[in-house]
């Protein structure tokens, strides 16, 4: 079990974000595609094996060649060599796992990930109405069945590592889609603890595979990943942010904003050394229609 320690003054510094971004729901779908397809998951789990063919295979070896989990989320944010070995004992290249990982997540991810978007809101909406009228007490105490709070700690029940402890850095609590039926799992944001739970499950199938009419106009207007990035500048956000929760580059980013800028549906503005990007009126108009 491992805890993450609360000193005086951490408690009113726990904050609530949507996701941590595509590329950690990609690691946490990987793990979901070497599981049986089971429900509210089947019919993602058929598509996206009869999509990648026999390459499924490979990326099952992987998961289970990296586990555990935080050791895939680790590869993909920097691999090394602790990764490289027991890849290559399973016979997958560094090279090799890397392109695997990327077609998995065009595939299997980013197609509907404005919608799995849209799920992660309301999780993280339905949690700031807890938080709204129970207080930070009420929403650690109800986060999830494997996680207890004491006032003092958080106890991660199935959780292996060192205990961490906040010492006035906060604590950010994000829903995952794909983390379905998994035990909560602690990952490192910008230097910030983030503790990922699963978000409840969508009944309407995984991430709303049928796209709202409204947001396939808004995609045929603007383009898939600039709706992307419109759906993500909800909340003011960093290029670095932006490029995170995308799964794209920085400079990829930068790239769209300016698009949308001078589309007139974001703006740019600078705080020191930090540049902010944010939806305009007629931005937060046009995502109103889907």
Known sequence: MRKILF??????????????????????????????????????????????????????????????????????????????????????????????????????????????????????????????????DRLLA????????????????????????LDGRGLALAPSFFLHDRDPVLVWECGQPTLVFPALPDPAGTGGEQVKRGERALIALVGRTRAEVMRALTAKSTTGQLAGRLGVSPAGASQHTGVLRQAGLITTERSRNTVLHALTPLGHALLGEV
Do not use: N, Y
Request: glycine share 8%; with cysteine; net charge positive.
């Open 142 to 165: 109800t986060l999830h069945s494997r996680v207890r709070w004491d006032s003092k700690s958080l106890q991660l029940q199935g959780c292996d590592g060192e205990d961490v402890r």
């Open 7 to 136: 000193a005086s003054g951490d408690v009113s510094r726990v904050r609530l974000v949507s996701t941590v971004g595509m590329e950690s729901e990609t690691v946490f779908a990987l793990d979901m595609l070497g599981r049986a397809g089971r429900t509210p998951f089947a019919e993602w789990h058929k598509k996206v094996h009869a999509e990648l063919g026999s390459r499924a295979q490979t990326l099952k070896t992987l998961v289970k060649a990296l586990r555990p989990t935080s050791a895939l989320l680790s590869f993909r944010e920097r691999p090394t060599q602790m990764h490289e070995e027991p890849l290559e004992a399973a016979g997958i290249g560094l090279a090799e796992a890397q392109a695997a990982i990327e077609e998995f997540r065009e595939v299997a991810v980013r197609p509907t990930w404005m919608s799995i978007r849209r799920h992660l809101e309301g999780e993280r909406s339905a949690r700031g109405r807890i938080l709204a009228t129970g207080g930070v």
